[in-house]
């Protein structure tokens, strides 16, 4: 009965964290989505560093590969998102003009 009790609690924190991190994401003015990228990128790094303690802490095979999948996902948000902030950086640099040909 007691682990019924964890899991529920569990899966209602789960929800809510859902829908917060809707909620704030989808209010970021686009001027701080790039620092916002950043951050996050940071937090996963902290999300891999303890989903590999929990993988390697478990007994269970479901709770090991539940631990390698959230390495897996978290390894994905991190890439995904140097990928998203490097397209948006770029999007500021100055282009160079292409220089103009002479006698035409």
Do not use: Q
Not at 57 to 79: D, H, Q, R, S, Y
């Amino acid at each position: 009965m007691e682990m019924v009790d964890h899991t529920i609690i569990n899966l209602i924190i789960f929800v809510l964290a859902i829908y917060v991190g809707y909620h704030v994401v989808w209010t970021v003015t686009p001027a701080l989505h790039t620092p916002l990228m950043a951050v996050t990128n940071a937090i996963s790094a902290i999300v891999i560093v303890g989903a590999m303690l929990a993988a390697a802490l478990t007994e269970t095979p479901f709770a090991k590969g539940m631990g390698v999948l959230a390495v897996a996902l978290a390894a994905v948000n991190i890439f995904g998102g140097f990928l998203v902030t490097r397209r948006m950086l770029e999007m500021f640099k100055k282009k160079d003009k292409p220089a103009k040909k002479e006698g035409k």
